[in-house]
């Protein structure tokens, strides 16, 4: 086992050699705008993305869903775009762009929950998967072992992120990867649409109960949850080549693609808001189960992007710890997650996610493209201030604000947020709830605050590497 263990580390290093968090030299920048355009395309469909739109209806019509997927990804894939672009000009991860704009060690506090929410996800996609596979291979095979489908899928996700993201782009996805996918969607889509009364469904009304922004929110909340990893990957890209626009038009296609085919296998297959419902709903309209393990190789990616990016953003902190060694704990983590994980919380988790990544984008934007005008100078990123605390202001306005728009969460917090708004500044809760939703006036006004407050003051300890 030792000597296989051994071989294999001796392959992935000669074929995809690690990098941490230093800058990417010219020669390790061999990513193409379309290159980063396959991967996000990738990250951006599965299963869970499938789950979140059949959260939309039947409180939405088709109509409204629609429109609320088209609005939510034109929005939420904007700043991930951006952060790409970031990535890509400065050669460093997403958790090291937050050095000068919180300072060395406030970009501890991002890091740690990017690491915890790429655990969650991890845990998340792994479960979704066993699940699936479970039903595919039950369909096929009668063969039920759900564990054991969950440690495959956790094998196989590991090696791809102990391969890295420049091996998965050109030796998996351009080469088979997103040819299955894309034929397996175009599958699911035709069949779908041919099993439901499309006129019907259009002319139906929505039941209520969730909001049209709310409905955004859901939406946007998806390319939100990958802004802390979108540096992570265009660092690799080439000077030049269009990463930015790569990374949008990407991820805008495959979001909107599959949130509406959630919808659909919700309205037209009567397909539950989980994993099993969506699964069951896809093999019962498409042929077979076949069509369903060709989806888990679309999955298989954003289960390794969880991954690898927990590394990467880890080493922020912990730049002495190998990255594979990390990238095999995260994995391992995962694994045993996964074991015990349940649907319940997750819309929940999704809003989260927003209210902690949506105002820290802007306070980064308002630091980095207004303020440096797009380009930090050098050392900013190595030879940044320990903390900027007034940089936290913007930020937990932002997320507080969030919460506020949209009260999220255990009764517990809903009451806290609710006693600081009402009982102490005296403010109606919620504040714009269905008229604007909670991720737009979240990165507003932290933005702006972000531009008022003199986030240069700082202590004076400097951090080193």
Known sequence: MASVAERLGRILEREAPTWGIDVVPPERRTLSGFDLAVLWGDLSVGLLVM???ALLVPALGLRQALLAIVVGSVIGCAPLALVALAGQRERVPTMVLFRPVLGARGSFVPTALNVVQLVGWTAVEFWVMGEVANVASERLFGFDARNLW?????????VLALGGPILVVRRWLERF?????????????????RAGDLGALWRTEGDGGLPFWLAVDLV??????WLPLAADYSRFARPGSSAAAGTYAGYLVGNAWFYALGVLLALAAGATANAIGIGTAVVALAGGGVVLLALLVGESDNAFADIYSAAVSAQNA???????R???????LGFLLALVFTMERYEFFLLLIGSVFVP????????????????????????SPAVRWTAFVPWLVGFLLFHWSVP???????DAVQTVFVEWLSLPFPLFGSRLGASVPSFVVAFALALVLPLGSSSNRRATR
Do not use: K
């Open 220 to 225: 946007i909340v998806m390319p939100v949850s």
């Open 360 to 383: 820290l984008f802007g306070v980064f934007a308002a630091d980095y493209f207004v303020r440096r005008r797009g380009r930090y100078r050098e050392g900013a990123l190595f030879g």
């Open 51 to 53: 789950v979140t739109g």
């Open 408 to 414: 999220t969460g255990p009764r517990g917090w809903i």
């Open 318 to 324: 912990a730049s002495d710890v190998p990255q594979r």
């Open 326 to 332: 990390l990238i095999l704990f995260v994995g391992a």
């Open 177 to 193: 990867g997103i040819y299955v996918l894309i034929g397996s969607a175009t599958w699911i889509t035709a069949e779908v649409l």
């Open 150 to 158: 969950v440690a495959v899928v956790a094998v196989v996700c590991t």
